[in-house]
C-alpha cells in the first residue's frame, strides 16, 4: 500500500530559525507531490507542488521543497520562519488513477 | 459560492444514529474527494469521486459509510449507526483536474455522544 511518512510530529522554533520538514513516500513510479497548509481556524490550502522539471519547487510565503527522486523525498524547507508560519503541514502523494493520500502531519509553532 | 461549501459544519448525535454530511463543491470541479481528520491521525482517505463514479472506495473504514454523487456535482457521505470512532472532522475537497491540487471545505465536525 502506498504511504507517506512525515518523520516530525511537532516542532518548536524561534522566528528567523531555518526549517526543514522531512516528507518521503513508499512507492516508485511517476508521482505528482505536494505541501498542504492549515492555519489555525482556516482550511486547509495548497501551499506548493511538484509534477516535474526542475526538483526545487518554491511555494507561497517563501517556502520552497526539494524533490529527490533516489530518496523518495520531499522535504520543505523555509530560510527564516515567521510566528504566523504556525500551522499545520501535511505532505501528499498522487499516482496517476489514485487518490491523493496524506501524510500525518506536523505541527509547526513558532515563537516570538 | 466560490469555495467549497459543507454542511453542517457541527453535527453532534447519539451513538446509533445515522448521520449525512454534504459537500457542494466549486462548479465545474470534476473530482470529489473526502477526508477524515482525527487528532494525531492526519488526514484519512475515505473516497474519491470522478464525476459520478467513485474510482476509490479503498478508504472507507466499513460497510456503515458510504457516499454517493448526483449529478456531477453535491455529494453525501452517510455514516449509518455511528459509534463514538467515528467523531472526527470530515472534509470535502474538489479539484478540476485529476492532478492532486485540492480545494478544502471547511469541515464538518462530528460529535458522536
Known amino acids: 500500500a502506498q504511504s507517506v511518512s512525515q518523520h516530525n510530529h511537532h516542532v518548536i522554533l524561534s522566528e528567523a530559525a531555518s526549517l526543514e520538514l522531512g516528507c518521503n513516500y513508499s512507492y516508485g513510479g511517476t508521482v505528482n507531490l505536494f505541501w498542504y497548509v492549515q492555519y489555525p481556524g482556516q482550511h486547509l490550502q495548497l501551499l506548493l507542488k511538484y509534477f516535474s522539471g526542475d526538483p526545487l519547487v518554491k511555494g507561497i510565503k517563501g517556502f520552497e521543497a526539494e524533490f529527490i527522486k533516489s530518496k523518495f523525498s520531499f522535504n520543505l524547507r523555509k530560510p527564516s520562519v515567521q510566528w504566523s508560519d504556525t500551522a499545520e503541514y501535511f505532505c501528499a502523494v498522487k499516482r496517476a488513477g489514485t487518490a491523493l493520500i496524506f501524510g500525518k502531519g506536523t505541527t509547526l509553532s513558532v515563537s516570538s | 459560492g466560490a469555495g467549497v461549501s459543507q454542511s453542517p459544519s457541527n453535527k453532534v448525535t447519539e451513538k446509533g444514529k445515522d448521520v449525512e454530511l454534504r459537500c457542494d463543491p466549486i462548479s465545474g470541479h470534476t473530482a470529489l474527494y473526502w477526508y477524515r481528520q482525527s487528532l494525531g491521525q492526519g488526514l484519512e482517505f475515505l473516497i474519491y469521486?470522478?464525476?459520478?463514479?467513485?474510482?476509490?472506495k479503498s478508504g472507507l473504514p466499513s460497510d456503515r459509510f458510504s457516499a454517493e454523487r448526483t449529478g456531477g456535482s453535491v455529494s453525501t457521505l452517510t455514516i449509518q449507526r455511528t459509534q463514538q470512532e467515528d467523531s472526527a472532522v470530515y472534509l470535502c475537497a474538489s479539484s478540476p483536474r485529476s492532478t492532486g491540487e485540492l480545494f478544502f471545505g471547511e469541515g464538518s465536525r462530528l460529535t458522536v455522544l
Open positions: 469521486f470522478q464525476g459520478n463514479s467513485a474510482p476509490d
